[in-house]
């Protein structure tokens, strides 16, 4: 009896449809290659002139951006080591909510290094090893790279310095104005110990229309429709907040009515109006003057709230309607009725305003220390309104990450290079085969310059010397020429300028958790040497439309 032997080598071993790719296959480089091709996408966004890219995702909505957090989120990567990269960006966006894209262009730009050491002959776990000890000296020098720092968290003109440079990689040419608005939004709401700062407390609105110059803070809450009553105004008034209908609830049960006369017919529905008065006079009564509600009004309801002088207004937002209880101090409640005292709100200006066309309702405390500030954003469409509140979104992060570190290292691509000298001239006294994976990793930090200059359309390769002729210099003689980055504007010509005269500075924290999260995403990929597949769940797919439906 002869023995019968399995075609391929695992197939009595898995289900049938998994798929393998070994390490004799090049998994390793198959997945560099995939990373690489995610890097590269989003590496011409990176900086003030990045390119847009428009995303139109699985609903047909566009989305126009540079922001490498929003187009990963928008683009569905299946490839299991590209996706590593994509969680990467999306932790450094929970944990500082900027420098995305530079953890996934590091990030990529590693992984290309270490597959020409692959080529050369080195085994991933040396390159592995190389790129953690190149991490740490990374994380070491860059402590000693810091020109300057948030010294007064209240002050305007410190909080603008910092968060400039981050709006100007979203906003060319509008940094000045948004960073002082961002400011100007964040002071209003900022605790007395600033560490318990809450980035949800700056809201946004957008409004079509009208310039950026336009845009202002609102201390309080805006909401974008108008309050549904003939009242529109409302000040120093007690506020109840109703999660359920405003309105009597429907019985579950069917009857039929039978009328005998025209007076019965008169008198059928009063029962329902006098249970809609009493309710809305027992609101009276409580001292309420104004009703959030967060689902449907009903008509009978309206009448009377209408008639007993109360401002109603509709807020669907579950979210939005969690924000207005803490600023009006209220318990949303989930029945209709009076409230308990402790559970009314008190607000002291409900105002109907009209910014360009539309009309939006302001809720305001008086008080200095407001509870949440907005900021109304006008703009010419709705995608540039988007990618200018992704720019306010990200300075306000940044406000969040001052308040943990407030050290500033010089932007431009000046830390870079100065990291890659340093790394490089570390690598260069290493012994045995680690040296040559912490040299890759010094030149890995080009990338970022690189990218800078070739986005404002210079000749990357003489501005890239020109830097490292600046930056070599002070590893010579303690000057301070390693503060010299890229000059997008090309000013003097050369292509270079000093990074801490022209205030463009970044933030210490997010640098050293974009180069944490690059390198572990990079490390994380290279020591894997094996992905099995399954099969996907599911049956076989649904047919698709067909074409000739209507011929017989």
């Known amino acids: ?9 695992n197939a009595g071993l898995f289900k049938p449809g998994y798929q393998n790719y070994d390490a004799e ?10 990373c690489r091709t995610i890097a590269s996408t989003v590496q011409t966004s990176l900086g003030p002139y990045g390119r847009n890219k428009i995303v139109i995702n699985h609903l047909a909505k566009m989305i126009l951006t540079s922001d490498a957090a929003t187009i990963l ?21 929970a944990e500082m909510g900027d420098a995305t894209n530079m953890v996934i262009v590091l990030a990529g730009e590693l992984l290309k290094k270490a597959e020409e050491l692959i080529r050369m002959g080195l085994k991933t776990s040396d390159i592995v090893q190389g790129y953690e000890k190149a991490q740490n000296q990374a994380l070491k020098i860059l402590e000693d790279l810091e020109i300057d720092k948030v010294t007064d968290l209240r002050s305007q003109e410190e909080l603008s310095k910092a968060i400039r440079t981050v709006i100007a990689s979203k906003q060319s040419g509008n940094e000045d104005l948004l960073a002082d608005l961002v400011a100007e939004a964040v002071l209003a709401v900022l605790p007395k110990d600033p560490i318990n700062f809450n980035v949800d407390n700056v809201r946004v609105v957008k409004i079509m229309g009208g310039s950026l110059e336009q845009s202002r803070v609102v201390k309080g809450m ?38 005998h006369n025209s007076k019965e017919l008169l008198d059928f529905t009063k029962g329902e109006e006098t249970q809609v008065e009493a309710i809305v006079k027992e609101l009276y009564d409580s001292g309420i003057r104004v009703v959030i509600a967060g689902s449907t009004v009903g008509e009978l309801a309206m009448h009377y709230l209408n ?14 309607l969690r924000r207005l209880c803490r600023v009006v101090g209220a318990t949303p409640l989930a029945r209709l009725g009076a409230p308990m005292p402790d559970e009314m709100g008190s607000i002291d200006i409900v105002e109907t305003l009209e910014i360009g066309g539309d009309r939006v309702t302001v809720f305001r405390q008086e008080n200095d220390l407001t509870r949440t500030a907005t900021l109304i954003l006008r703009g010419a469409t709705q995608n540039h309104l988007d990618d200018v509140e992704r720019a306010v979104d990200d300075g306000v992060n940044v406000v969040k990450a001052i308040t943990k570190d407030p050290r500033l290292v010089p932007g431009a691509g000046a830390t870079e290079m100065q990291l890659a000298e340093r790394i490089g001239a570390i690598g260069e006294k290493t012994p045995g085969l680690a040296q040559y994976a912490i040299k890759k990793y010094a030149e890995a930090f080009e990338v ?3 990218t800078l200059a070739e986005s404002a359309g210079l000749d990357a390769t003489e501005v890239l010397s020109r830097l490292y002729s600046a930056h070599a210099s002070k590893a010579e003689e303690d000057d301070e020429d390693w503060t010299v980055g890229v000059d997008i504007e ?18 210490l924290v997010a640098k050293s958790w974009a180069i944490k999260l690059a390198t572990e995403a990079a490390r994380t990929v290279l020591s894997v040497d094996q992905i099995i597949v399954a099969r996907q769940a599911g049956g076989p797919k649904p047919p698709g439309p067909n074409a000739n439906w209507d011929e017989d």
């Open 1 to 9: 009896m002869s023995l019968t032997i399995p075609n391929a080598p």
């Open 25 to 34: 296959d090049g998994a390793v480089i198959r997945n560099i290659d995939a």
């Open 73 to 93: 989120r928008e683009l569905e990567v299946v490839h299991p080591a590209a996706k590593l990269l994509v969680m990467a960006s999306q932790q450094q966006e």
């Open 222 to 259: 805006v909401f974008g429709r108008e309050p549904e009553g003939n009242v529109k105004k409302a000040k120093k008034a007690k506020v109840g907040v109703y999660t359920c209908p405003v309105d009597i609830s429907q019985t579950e049960t069917k009857g039929t009515v039978l009328l």
């Open 307 to 320: 008639r007993f002088g109360i401002l109603i207004i509709k807020i669907l937002s579950k979210f939005e």
């Open 448 to 450: 970022i310059p690189r």
């Open 490 to 507: 090309n000013e003097d010509g050369t292509g270079t300028l000093d990074a801490a005269d022209e205030g463009i500075l970044d933030l």
